[in-house]
């Protein structure tokens, strides 16, 4: 009988137990728990097959800009893009961009070409002796192709004390939007190298830059002609040594005049080129043939206030080299100077100027003090410009623009930096007026480290040491009080 009773007072021990605050907030925490974790595989499930992404990177790596997105939305041919390699080998960065892409048009999708396993897929798109390799990518609209390496959507800079290249920014929106206008049959302007004066050829990375951006270049010589080709886009004069000719500079002014489009890149030097200098004048710049030196501290580079440091400008060709903060600096520069009047058709706006404590030497002087001297121009100064003229011929009842970029040197261009391959496109861009194309540009993988203030770092150590463990110890004490009182 007495384990008859033991046994009923444990069953009535354990129901009772049932009944007790202890279990009731047990059962409570329990069933919440499970709650929370049955929600969240549910978020987790519905999360995948909602197609939003949000960007939270710092430099919005993943996100599409304005103009890539409008390009998108009135899309009318189907595009394929292929990540040359096999299966699921895709770098996860440029897959996901690559989808980006594919939501935002029905017209676009992606797929996979591997030359190790289908060589005779992979032998249709061998151009120019160069066949598919992996890590590329092929962006195809019918019988319109065109590949990019791997190391084309990344820019690259070389360390000024290594001399080794580092990965500076990711390129792919820049790659696959150009790619994209190009085999729906966007045009593609020639751009002419002016040759016959002694001037530097653009390098194979500049050209090749170029291409990419939907550019066809060839190289001119005016000798003998009596008109710039009317294939020409635009004209390139890339730091010419000799002056023009009396029918050079006739062609190139009657080119102008019927709106024509060109950049200048003029060095500094020790002989004058009149000519050249005339036909700049006609549009309200003139070449100083002074050499540009720094004398503000930070504005120069290397120790060297010969290699300057420009100040930006506000404009559409500057304003994404300054808003990504893209380095730049210019050696050896050639100080500009507009002209006091201008004919009303005309518009000047700078687009680089150094310091106010600059000043520029002329060329022919002998003296190598690298303090301002008597007769030294006052800065700050001009280093480069970009100019529009606006003109109405009456005999064809139609208004004529030009447009100019002039920059006060060439070597910028070679000495590795993004933001002077930058202001060479977009100077390219927009003398060809593409403006859609000018505000696509690289994304930053450079990171800027987090600086922190002393009383920071004081609020930030007290938050860590004392006042968060300090909240943890206050709500363990009040739970533990709550549950000694169930």
Not at 151 to 162: D, H, L, W
Not at 308 to 319: A, F, K, R
Not at 411 to 434: A, K, Q
Request: with cysteine; proline share 4%.
């Amino acid at each position: 009988m007495k384990k008859i009773d033991d046994k009923k007072k444990i069953s009535l021990n354990i129901a009772e137990s049932f009944k007790s605050k202890k279990f009731k907030y047990g059962g409570y925490a329990t069933v919440i728990t499970l709650i929370l974790i049955a929600a969240l595989v549910i978020v987790n499930l519905v999360a995948d097959l909602v197609p939003v992404r949000i960007d939270l990177t710092t430099n919005k790596l993943y996100s599409l800009s304005e103009q890539t997105t409008e390009i998108l939305e009135n899309l009318d041919k189907d595009v394929t893009i292929y990540y040359i390699g096999e299966q699921g080998s895709a770098n996860p960065v440029i897959e996901e961009i690559v989808q980006r892409y594919a939501r935002l048009s029905s017209h676009i999708r992606s797929d996979y070409i591997d030359p190790v396993r289908d060589p005779l897929t992979a032998q249709k798109y061998t151009k120019d002796n160069n066949s598919l390799s992996t890590g590329n990518i092929l962006v195809e609209c019918g019988d319109l192709f065109r590949v990019i390496s791997q190391y084309e959507m990344y820019n690259f800079r070389q360390s000024q004390t290594t001399g080794e290249y580092q990965v500076e920014s990711l390129a792919v929106e820049q790659r696959l939007t150009s790619a994209i206008l190009f085999v729906t049959g966007a045009e593609t302007p020639v751009a002419y190298e002016l040759q016959g004066h002694g001037e530097k050829s653009l390098t194979y990375n500049t050209k090749r830059q170029m291409e990419l951006e939907n550019f066809e270049v060839k190289s001119l010589t005016l000798l003998g002609l009596d008109a710039v080709p009317e294939d020409a886009g635009l004209l390139i004069v890339n730091g010419p040594q000799r002056d023009l000719t009396d029918d050079e500079l006739d062609v190139l002014k009657e080119y102008l005049a019927n709106g024509g489009k060109m950049l200048f890149m003029m060095d500094l030097l020790i002989n004058e080129l009149p000519k050249f200098q005339e036909l700049l004048e006609t549009y309200g710049i003139g070449l100083t043939n002074t050499m540009v030196i720094e004398g503000e501290p930070g504005k120069f580079i290397g120790g060297n206030p010969l290699y300057v440091i420009p100040t930006y400008g506000s404009h559409e060709i500057i304003n994404p080299i300054k808003n990504n903060n893209l380095p730049m600096f210019l050696p050896g520069a050639h100080a500009l100077k507009e002209a006091e009047t201008l004919r009303t058709t005309l518009t000047i706006e700078t687009l680089l100027e150094t310091s106010d404590k600059a000043f520029g030497r002329p060329a022919t002087s002998s003296d190598t003090s690298l303090e301002k001297q008597a007769g030294d121009l006052e800065g700050p100064l001009k280093l480069a410009v970009a100019i529009e003229d606006n003109v109405y011929n009456l005999a064809a009842n139609e208004t004529y623009k030009a447009r100019l970029v002039v920059i006060g040197n060439s070597d910028f261009l070679d000495v590795g930096l993004e933001g002077g391959s930058n202001l060479f496109m977009n100077s390219l861009n927009w003398i060809y007026e593409r403006k859609d194309t000018i505000s696509i540009r690289p994304k930053s993988l450079t990171y800027q480290p987090l600086t922190v203030t002393g009383m920071q770092l004081r609020i930030y150590g007290a938050l860590a040491l004392i006042i968060v463990p300090l909240i943890c110890l206050i709500a363990g004490l009040a739970v533990w009080l709550r549950r000694r009182n169930l």
